[in-house]
């Protein structure tokens, strides 16, 4: 990955003041090279707070996109190196998912929207002053075929729909659309989701981060089926709506080359706590091709800890 250079020199203050280290520590390019150069330092003098601030997120930038190559498959402490937990701060557990892996063992590189969910967990016991972490791969479909679980090795074959493969094969793959679950985390009763703009959320395990399976909530409520037009909109030609006609020819190629579902369940949700209700929606997969979108909303109810699913509202947009 390639960042753009930049210098901020901020404005003197009154506080005590250092120089910055040596070039041999720490510097910014003139200009992006291939890879990320520490060449140069200006030699303006600032604050030892604002330079250990500004240290410190260059480097947090720096890591923010490397390919995580193992997990942490059992709960491990970590050391608290600033403040305390409040002894009654409450029991639980933060669950946060992201791409994992940006580059294979063959020389491709992808997008970070379509690197492979890596999901991690930090419990926080206040009684204990502990904090401990989990994270393991999110073993979707596409994480599956593309990791040897025996060899440790990593080869992508989808191309993805923001990267492209550079060693692989690339005349004739249609695998496109790969459901990394990476996007957000949902906490249902007592389930968790992990979920991806675009596809089932996959279901997991939470105290051992054990990937479950694909939980298909829309199939379970409308058979995945596509919504039709009902808009009267400007382009109706002979009594025929042009989008629809675009709609029905783009629909075979989708679902039946690029093996598209024909609804797309988005990351977003909302929880309405004070009646135990889920809200999420999902688009139509030729909308990402046509000026228009079209929506559908889902209720999920929480009784007894049974989910009741029900499709509510359909909703069309015309760009």
Not at 241 to 246: E, K
Request: glycine share 8%; proline share 6%.
């Amino acid at each position: 990955m390639q960042a753009k250079a930049f210098n901020v020199i901020p404005l003197k203050v009154s506080s005590p003041v250092t120089k910055l280290p040596p070039a041999h520590a720490i510097s910014f390019p003139d200009r992006a090279r291939g890879d990320i150069s520490i060449a140069r330092v200006p030699s303006q003098e600032v604050s030892s707070s604002t330079k250990d601030e500004k240290i410190t997120a260059y480097w947090d930038y720096q890591f923010l996109f490397v390919s995580q190559r193992s997990e942490t498959v059992n709960p491990i402490s970590l050391r608290i190196v600033e403040g305390s937990i409040p002894l009654d701060f409450p029991l639980g557990t933060y669950y946060l998912t992201g791409p994992g892996l940006f580059k294979d063992d063959h020389g491709s590189t992808v997008h970070p929207l379509d690197g492979h969910g890596y999901l991690r967990a930090f419990t926080i016991n206040g009684a204990k002053n502990e904090v401990t972490f989990m994270a393991r791969y999110i073993k979707t479909k596409a994480q599956v075929e593309e990791h040897d679980h025996e060899t440790g090795e990593w080869r992508f074959t989808h191309r993805g729909p923001f990267s492209v493969l550079k060693n692989g094969k690339k005349i004739g793959n249609t695998k496109v659309m790969k459901n990394v679950a990476n996007t957000s985390v949902l906490s249902w009763g007592d389930r968790l989701f992990c979920l991806w703009e675009g596809g089932a959320p996959y279901e997991i395990e939470s105290s051992s981060l054990d990937t479950l399976g694909k939980f298909d909530l829309i199939d379970s409520v409308d058979n995945g089926s596509s919504t039709p037009s009902t808009i009267e909109c400007d382009e109706m030609v002979g009594g025929v709506d042009l989008l629809d006609l675009a709609a029905g020819i783009l629909k075979p190629i989708l679902y039946g080359v690029f093996k598209m579902p024909p609804k797309r369940l988005l990351s977003h949700y909302k929880i309405d706590a004070l009646r135990n209700k889920l809200l999420m929606m999902s688009c139509n997969a030729e909308d990402m091709l046509l000026p228009r979108s079209t929506f559908t909303f889902y209720g999920t109810f929480l009784r007894e800890k049974y989910n009741y699913n029900a499709k509510i509202l359909n909703l069309e947009i015309v760009h």
